[in-house]
């Protein structure tokens, strides 16, 4: 087991690797900050000074080298709008992204496991015609057709709801809706799928044979049974929630991680660009770690072929 985590976190470790240069790079294209944060009337010598009080004077590589220097002591560097530490605004912001990504995936978990359960226990009924349409719905359509649909219909029509902050339950709905598409309908397919081949196993006839009624075979035996691959597909839907937060965090104004990296960029802070996409990726390693390390817990076979 030791060496099959050992593995699976240094391959892990290059795409991390690979983010970092990535995000480095990309967040230079953005344009210089000088022209963002001083007037356009500064002096030539005032925007050498900017530029040498943030170390934007230095060669490219010679500020690679300081970020990595920075990141192995610890230290990400400051904001340039702010003054602030660029790892505490970034932590300071992770959680609300953590609280919407969680509450999404349990809601797509309970939803998932009621309508999968119930179309695979009724062939063609009302519920498997709708996991079917959930299914290809979330398949086709992009995250932002649903968010702006959603906040055109229930915030700007009916007037329901918010369309930003985090202040009350309804200011939830819209972002959790909008998240909930894709891993409702994918987990929706897997549970029914899993259901209808649980309930034709023989140990489910041999329950019914023995009196236990429709509710105890699908909660005490098939479903513990279809669980498996559920859970499995679950945990990669956890690293795409995080990252679909982008985008949602962005429209709805949640004061997350995803909607602090568009305000960086935005800003061509790069230091807390840096900051936050590092945290993103070290999250998805740790996540992406846990699931291998649960997934050769479950099944023996997938720690051995990794450590052919």
Request: glycine share 8%; net charge positive; proline share 5%.
């Amino acid at each position: 087991m030791f060496t099959f985590l050992r593995r699976r976190m240094y391959t892990s470790l290059i795409p991390l690797i690979i983010v970092l240069f990535g995000v480095f790079f990309m967040a230079r294209l953005t344009g210089d900050p000088t022209n963002l944060y001083l007037p356009v009337s500064a002096t030539p010598d005032q925007r050498a000074e900017f530029a040498a009080a943030h170390g934007l004077d230095k060669p490219i590589w010679q500020q690679m080298f300081d970020y990595f220097s920075g990141v192995i002591h610890l230290d990400f560097g400051e904001s340039l709008k702010t003054g602030q530490e660029a790892a505490g605004m970034a932590l300071k912001a992770f959680p609300a992204t953590l609280q919407l990504a969680f509450v999404t995936l349990l809601l797509s978990i309970i939803g998932s496991v009621i309508i999968g359960c119930w179309a695979a226990y009724r062939p063609n009924s009302l519920a498997d015609r709708f996991s079917s349409l959930l299914s290809m719905t979330a398949a086709s359509v992009p995250d932002f057709w649903f968010a702006i649909t959603g906040i055109w219909v229930f915030a700007v029509v009916l007037g329901w709801l918010p369309t930003s902050g985090t202040g009350g339950v309804l200011a939830w709905v819209l972002p959790i809706a909008t998240l909930m598409i894709r891993p409702l309908g994918v987990l929706t397919q897997v549970v029914r799928g899993a259901m209808v081949s649980a309930l034709s196993a023989p140990y489910v006839k041999v329950a019914r044979s023995k009196g236990a009624g429709d509710l105890r075979v699908v909660s005490h035996h098939a479903l513990r049974n279809a669980a498996a691959p559920a859970l499995t597909v679950a945990g990669d839907l956890a690293v795409g929630l995080i990252n679909g937060a982008v985008v949602v965090e962005a429209i709805f104004g949640w004061p997350g991680i995803g909607k602090l990296m568009i305000d960086s960029i935005l800003q061509r802070d790069f230091a807390v660009l840096q900051a936050a996409v590092l945290l993103t990726a070290v999250s998805i390693f740790i996540l992406n770690i846990v699931i291998d390390a649960g997934l050769a817990l479950l099944d023996p076979r997938v720690r051995d072929k990794a450590t052919v």
